[in-house]
């Protein structure tokens, strides 16, 4: 009798585990495997919080891929200046960024410079390039709520490229394995975190509608709020060249 009932305790327990348990680098390749448009063409609102004051900027953001996994983008304010950003994404190397000042004088981001804040807000030049997957060894830390979601929390440490940040750690929503929120370490501190809000499925694709970037001394934060989208467009090639700034 007591044989059998250790055995069904036993095979309760098993059944019980699961059957095949994520490691932190198969759930950030199945977040990176997450559709993603061809094309997209966005309104967006900027509001910076400063000491207590907001500032209130506006831009267009326009992003499409090419070939050889690499893509481009550009930022064009339309208040209050009429700077420009422009982003080249590249497979194993780091991203060329250039950026166009109301002047008309173009000068190139270099990697020592992304550090700075772009257009005085809490993001900076390194959070507007892309992120690739590679670029990071990863580690499952556990599960936690982040963004009123439960997650899966990832550890990511820098291994390859010139990197403003030396570790993340990102909480990926269990259910569709989107990421709701990065937690950003500069010199092995925590240094800020970003936030994905109202998170709508869009033509198949999974789109936050308000993004967060907070200090994490709670001294300062910039949100982006989307006000227009439109994914799958056509657009044309030659806006994303250098001399088109």
């Known amino acids: 009798m007591k044989v059998k009932i250790v055995l069904s305790c036993l095979l309760i327990l098993l059944l019980s585990l699961p059957v095949y348990a994520l490691t932190g680098r198969e759930i950030m390749e199945k977040s990176d495997a997450l559709p993603q448009p061809n094309t997209a063409k966005s309104k967006i609102l900027m509001l910076i919080e400063k000491g207590g004051q907001i500032q209130e ?8 891929k090419f070939d050889n996994d690499e893509d481009k983008a550009i930022i064009e304010f339309t208040r209050p200046t ?4 422009l982003t080249h994404s590249h497979k194993g190397r780091d991203d060329d960024q250039w950026l166009s000042l109301s002047s008309g004088k173009v000068k190139r981001i270099v ?10 807000s809490h993001f900076y030049y390194e959070d507007l ?10 580690k499952l830390l556990g ?3 982040a963004v009123g979601a439960d997650c899966y929390k990832v550890e990511g440490v820098k291994q390859i490229g010139e990197k403003v940040y030396d570790k993340l750690i990102l909480y990926v929503r269990k259910p569709d394995f989107f990421v709701v929120r990065v937690d950003f370490y500069k010199g ?16 198949g694709i999974l789109t936050p509608y308000k993004m967060k970037m907070e200090l994490a001394d709670g001294k300062g934060k910039t949100e982006l709020i989307l006000k227009g989208l439109k994914y799958n467009s056509d657009i044309d090639s030659a806006k994303f060249n250098k001399e088109a700034l």
């Open 57 to 64: 900027k506006e831009f267009i953001l326009q992003m499409k």
């Open 82 to 85: 009429q700077i420009k950003l």
């Open 111 to 120: 990697s020592s410079g992304r550090d700075k804040p772009f257009v005085n």
């Open 129 to 138: 390039t892309s992120i690739d997957i590679d670029d990071y060894a990863y």
């Open 143 to 145: 599960e936690e709520n």
């Open 188 to 203: 092995g501190e925590f240094h800020k975190f970003l936030e994905n809000y109202d998170i709508k499925e869009i033509d």
